[in-house]
């Protein structure tokens, strides 16, 4: 696998032109709620070559590419445009603000680092009391967000006002084969939507969603997959690659995905079942084209198919992932190479599908 990994790095199909994308939509501030700068990215990269495309009432953006046949499969692709972070819940006392989590974004994370607050990226800092100055008792109890600050000092407090969102200060990075940003949650898979649809099959009618609000509750893909009424739907996220040491550095056999090992095909969790026709195709497609995947371990989390399968009178659905360490952090860590297996396994499995994909037996 490692010799195959390598030559595969050398003739890579992700561009440089790509990256630079990639890049600009990570560094985008856009939390949930408050997407529209990374929607006004994405609408102007794909506008002049789409035939169709609108923003729904509550902000997704939503394209079709339509086959170059009638009655083809009408596939929805989604990947959400939202990112967790902060909302700004009180008018400052010396610069300093309280603040509420947007998403899921562990406390014991955000003590000491930097933010950018609105909609002009105001530096800032999460303030907290020095460990020297707590006591005993304290310093054996988690952080909570009510005894922590946003603090922009006096100067810039003028620029901030309740309601602004904010984002950590996490500028995006390449490290060889790997990147380094804020917000490949989920980022990464609206930079590989907008490249399927710019090389979008033309045996089937691809319908793209970028979503809003996924991180408080797939709102967004709800809305989208009951508005285009697809005949299956596909989620395309970032996961978990949960595959360090556990916390007393014994093996983790709960790893969920790991790094370099390609794409992540769900089976199920937290929100659903895979339909297992979809899991098969994609399956099969990796295996017939010598592109690494994974099965992505059951369990928690969820993506936009949560919600899409369960529209009308039902949708089938899958998700497909790309694995990241650190996943609602300041930093999230992903390979070059399994994001390029993700595009390709997708080009692939959607130029080979069709209706008759929906008439075998689940």
Known sequence: MAEKRMKQDKNTLISSGQIEL???????SGVTGDEGAVRKIVKQEIESIVDEMRIDSIGNLLVQKKAKKKNALKVLVAAHMDEVGFMIVDDGDDGAYRFDVVGGIDARNIPGKAVWVGKDQVPAVIGTKPPHFSSD?????PFKVESLRIDAGLENSKKIKKGDRAVFATRFQRLGDSLLAKAFDDRIGVATLIELVKQAPDNID???AFTVQEEIGLRGAK??????????AIALDSTP???????DGSDNTTYNT?????PAIYMADRMTLSDPRLVRHFVDTAEKNDIPY????????GTDAGLMHLQREGIPAMSISIPGRYAHTARMLVRMS??????????????SISKAILKQER
Do not use: F
């Open 22 to 28: 990639l890049e600009k939509l990570c560094n985008t």
């Open 137 to 141: 008792e304290e310093s054996s109890q």
């Open 206 to 208: 691809l319908m793209a």
């Open 223 to 232: 809305v989208a997959a009951y508005a285009m009424q697809p005949d299956i």
């Open 241 to 247: 690659a949960n595959d360090m040491p556990m916390w």
């Open 258 to 262: 790991r790094l370099g090992e390609g």
């Open 294 to 301: 994974q099965i992505r371990q059951p369990g928690g989390g």
């Open 338 to 351: 399994d994001w390029e297996d993700t595009i390709r396994l997708l080009k692939q499995a959607l130029s």
